[in-house]
């Protein structure tokens, strides 16, 4: 059983940064992509950054997090993180981390968090 607790959100003023974190218990395939998902109020759902754990260790992210967003993992702690700087009003949404399978984009969310809330003002 995958257990996802993101941590690290918070209130910040725009052109700040948080760093948000997601530490996960049990096992995953060595081959899957794990990430970040945000929602605002009133939007959908958006894929943020990701990482393929397989060969390789393709990063991709959206592209209003390109440049600002940095996404990373530390095996050891299994746990992935997720550094946001030049924060802005339109990053404020709840964040989660999510398992998925080999492809990032179209297969489902296999395990995610509670998450945790960014507001920037």
């Known amino acids: 059983h995958v257990q996802l607790v993101e941590s690290g959100g918070g209130s910040v003023q725009a052109g700040g940064s948080l760093r948000l974190s997601c530490a996960r218990s049990?096992?995953?395939?060595?081959?899957?992509?794990v990430g970040w998902f945000r929602q605002a109020p009133g939007k959908e759902r958006e894929g943020v950054a990701s990482i393929y754990t397989g060969g390789g260790g393709y990063i991709g992210y959206v592209d209003s997090a390109k440049g600002r967003f940095t996404i990373s993992q530390d095996n050891a702690k299994r746990t992935l993180y997720l550094q946001m700087n030049s924060l802005n009003s339109e990053d404020t949404a709840l964040y989660y981390c999510a398992t998925k399978g080999g492809s990032w984009l179209s297969d489902p969310i296999e395990n995610w968090g509670q998450g945790t809330q960014v507001t920037v003002s």
């Open positions: 049990g096992d995953i395939n060595s081959r899957v992509c």
